[in-house]
């Protein structure tokens, strides 16, 4: 499949499939671009790069949502408390998270990610984001301006999403804290 079967001109087709398997087809076609460039930088980087997917999530959810239980992370992971702990061993053993007893239930233990592992997601962010920009370079100032507004309204679209569809894990952690 290529993009000139959905372009007429500098209109996209409004038929609303097209535009959707356009959309689809046009990420899978930058991911792939900018995947190789990433990933090999991150690996260059780190070199004992090894962390699982289930191990990036679980930081990545635990920088957004702040100190959780680990029941509440294994909730959220789909996971079991056991499965959850033994992940949450290993990323405390390497520095990127911390536990702790919650002093209202001592039956209950807390994690939280450091401040390495926070330098961890932001050094991908930030890697990942040089990949993606590299490949404005190609676009003239009209198109980049294009797609930025574009990447706006997506991360604007994302934010909506994020607040009408919070997790119960968010809303038990926020009521927690009112």
Do not use: C
């Not at 930030?126 to 301006?145: F, H, K, N």
Request: hydrophobic letters at 40%.
């Amino acid at each position: 499949m290529h993009a000139r079967n959905y372009w007429e001109g500098q209109t996209i087709i409004t038929h609303e499939d097209n535009n959707n398997e356009l959309l689809a087809w046009s990420i899978r076609q930058f991911r792939r671009t900018i995947l190789s460039d990433f990933i090999y930088g991150m690996v260059q980087a780190f070199e004992d790069f090894d962390y699982s997917l289930p191990q990036m999530a679980t930081l990545l959810f635990l920088d957004e949502q702040g100190e959780l239980t680990i029941k509440q992370v294994a909730e959220a992971l789909g996971r079991s408390v056991s499965a959850t702990s033994r992940l949450l061993d290993q990323l405390a053993t390497r520095g990127m998270i911390h536990r702790r007893e919650d002093e209202r239930d001592r039956r209950a233990r807390l994690v939280a990610i450091t401040e390495q592992g926070r330098a961890l997601i932001a050094t991908l962010e930030q890697r990942r984001a040089e990949a993606q920009i590299s490949v404005m370079d190609y676009l003239s100032a009209e198109e980049r301006a294009t797609v930025t507004r574009g990447m706006v309204l997506l991360a604007e679209a994302a934010q909506r999403r994020r607040e009408q569809h919070e997790s119960p894990t968010t809303r038990t952690k926020a009521s927690k804290t009112s």
